[in-house]
């Protein structure tokens, strides 16, 4: 049954049955879902996804911010059918390695900036997250300071969702479950100039928010402080992209008090800006910063921390195990299709594409078309990565009640119509595959716009 293919219907509905008797999703109203069956994706290329039903989809997601190459990429399949053949696993911690570890590692210090040249591998953006909470606090141990342990980010920063990347995230809806967080995390105000700056210019804005992480420094004592950690560009949190002075301010003040700065690269990292990192496009020099998303382009999980030199020579030459890393740390499957993602990203230009071409363009035509839609407060983005706030009115910058849902009505609508937009409140958020064309971008607006309309159809009835 489940194999038919003639009966596209049936698939549907047994997929859905199976998904909906066992299959616990994340962060999902489970029994809300189950009643209503979930969405069944059956297969992709390039910039489409398409369901079981047979609809064509453009992703503008490239599935959760991930997908950066595109789907169906013979290369990456290659490189995995290939490495799954000769050795599929072999751990690092008996004091072993392999080549897709040591070559990936090269690869990525290849792309990073500054002196950012070593590489510890996790498999998920949480497990670098954890892993730069214990790195950080372990360098100031090592360096005779065990007490400065505090880390400081921002509300609604998205971190990840294991314990550590709950607790350092700014995420009210999750602090709220599974308590009680981490200790020794401490949280200043996002930059989010549209909603959050009243009468501020972005300038001043910036400032303040930047004065908020001295002023955390010193309530705390800049002594037990080990980290600033941030998104360049915060992503999950609805695309919101920082004052242009914010960054430079944040460093001198890390600089001042000797604070550690971590870029939290998971989103921003792998050309999603128009640099190979966020932290180029906006202006940041990080001691260390986590990677994952793009790095394998979601084909496998795979994730990593680049760790500049001061900490890691501090770890090198401290005379001790670092007693910290993952089963799959390195998994050679998903290093060699990593390796095989940034050699394509090399040999098609996709990081000079998406900042003199692609993105340019996806940033304009948004604003063109879709500024001055009666629902669009704001458009803001870089590269190929926009965040879109609908209001109630466009002046007075008033709200939709939270009850009504207008995100996840347009999100629905995008669905129904081809388009997969995600929703963050009220913010309608983009980052499709770097890959996109042209012409696939003009689909994407025209499809927005529509969508759009049909949102402001719904909550005006
Ligand atoms: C997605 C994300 C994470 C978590 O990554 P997972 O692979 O889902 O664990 C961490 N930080 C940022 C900025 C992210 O966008």
């Given amino acids: 049954m489940l194999t038919d293919k003639n009966n596209g219907s049936s698939i549907t509905a047994d997929i859905q049955f199976l998904d909906a008797s066992y299959h616990l999703h994340p962060f999902t109203n489970t029994g809300a879902l189950n009643k209503k069956g979930a969405r069944v994706i059956t297969k992709g290329e390039g910039v489409y996804i398409w369901d079981s039903e047979g609809n064509k989809i453009l992703d503008a997601m490239a599935g959760l911010w991930c997908v950066n190459m595109g789907y169906g990429r013979q290369e990456l399949t290659d490189a995995a059918t290939q490495q799954m053949t000769e050795l599929p696993f072999y751990n690092t911690f008996f004091q072993t390695t392999h080549a897709p570890v040591a070559e990936l590692a090269k690869e990525i210090a290849s ?52 314990v550590g990347g709950t ?22 105000r996002q930059p989010y100039w549209y909603g959050e700056a009243g009468d501020m210019s972005e300038e001043e804005f910036g400032i303040a928010c930047a004065a908020a992480l001295e002023e955390k420094i010193l309530a705390v004592g800049p002594d037990n402080v080990a980290a600033f950690v941030g998104e360049p560009i915060q992503g999950a949190g609805g695309v919101i992209v920082p004052p242009a002075n914010y960054w430079s301010e944040i460093q001198k003040i890390c600089t001042k008090y000797d604070v550690l ?26 001691d260390i910063m986590s990677m994952a998303k793009g790095l394998s382009s979601g084909y496998l999980p795979i994730a990593a921390v680049a760790v500049g030199n001061r900490i890691a020579n501090a770890f090198i030459e401290h005379d001790d195990d670092f007693n910290h890393g993952f089963t799959y740390s390195g998994h050679p499957v998903s290093a060699a299709v990593a390796i095989a993602n940034i050699k394509l990203m090399k ?18 035509k948004l604003r063109d078309m879709l500024t001055d839609h009666p629902l669009v407060g704001h458009i803001e983005g870089v590269g190929l990565i926009a965040g879109i706030a609908l209001v109630k009115n466009k ?18 609508h995008c669905f129904d119509n081809g388009l997969i937009m995600r929703a963050v409140g009220s913010r309608m958020v983009l980052s499709p595959p770097l890959v996109i064309s042209h012409a696939e971008v003009d689909e994407l607006c025209e499809k927005a716009r529509l969508c759009f309309d049909l949102t402001l159809k719904s909550v005006s009835e």
């Fill in 111 to 162: 792309v990073t900036p500054g002196d950012l040249n070593h590489i510890f591998f996790a498999n998920s953006g949480s497990e670098a997250i954890d892993t730069i909470i214990r790195m950080v606090r372990q360098y100031w141990a090592i360096k005779g300071k065990p007490y400065k342990s505090i880390l400081i980010s921002r509300e609604n920063a998205y971190h990840g969702s294991t």
């Fill in 167 to 188: 607790s350092l995230g700014g995420m009210s809806g999750m602090h709220k479950q599974g308590a009680p967080l981490l200790p020794n995390i401490e949280r200043i």
């Fill in 261 to 286: 700065l971590a870029a939290d690269e998971v989103i921003c990292g792998f050309g999603r800006t128009g640099s190979w990192f966020g932290s180029e496009t906006l202006g940041i020099t990080p």
């Fill in 347 to 364: 040999q098609e230009n996709i990081v000079e594409y998406v900042a003199n071409d692609i993105g340019p363009y996806l940033q304009k």
């Fill in 395 to 412: 002046e007075t910058k008033e709200l939709f009640p939270s009850d009504l849902d207008v995100g996840l009505i347009c999100r629905d």
